[in-house]
């Protein structure tokens, strides 16, 4: 039978209060790891796993700039929701 893939989609704002280092994107990456779900993280014209250490960091997010977070399988809500809870 064939199933049509969905996705979890989700957009905000960096939180005023995150404080975006390696410390936080070694969290992010940690967090998000432990979900089975593809999840990628989107900001400007970047587009990157959420579970690439260097990737993560890459994106040298500042407090207020538009990110968006897909996630696609059987845990997608719960891991996109972690994601916007580290860094909304």
Known sequence: TYKE???????FNVGENVIY??????????????????VFI????ARVNAKSIIGVISLALKPGDKVAV?????DETQAAETVEKLLG
Do not use: H, I, P
Not at 26 to 38: D, I, Q, R
Not at 42 to 45: L, P, R, T
Not at 70 to 74: D, F, L, T
């Open 21 to 38: 280092d390696a410390r936080m994107a070694g969290e992010l990456v940690t967090a998000v790891s432990k979900f089975s779900s593809n």
């Open 5 to 11: 893939a969905k996705m979890k989609t989700c957009e």
């Open 70 to 74: 897909s996630a696609q399988g059987s």
């Open 42 to 45: 989107m900001a400007g014209n």
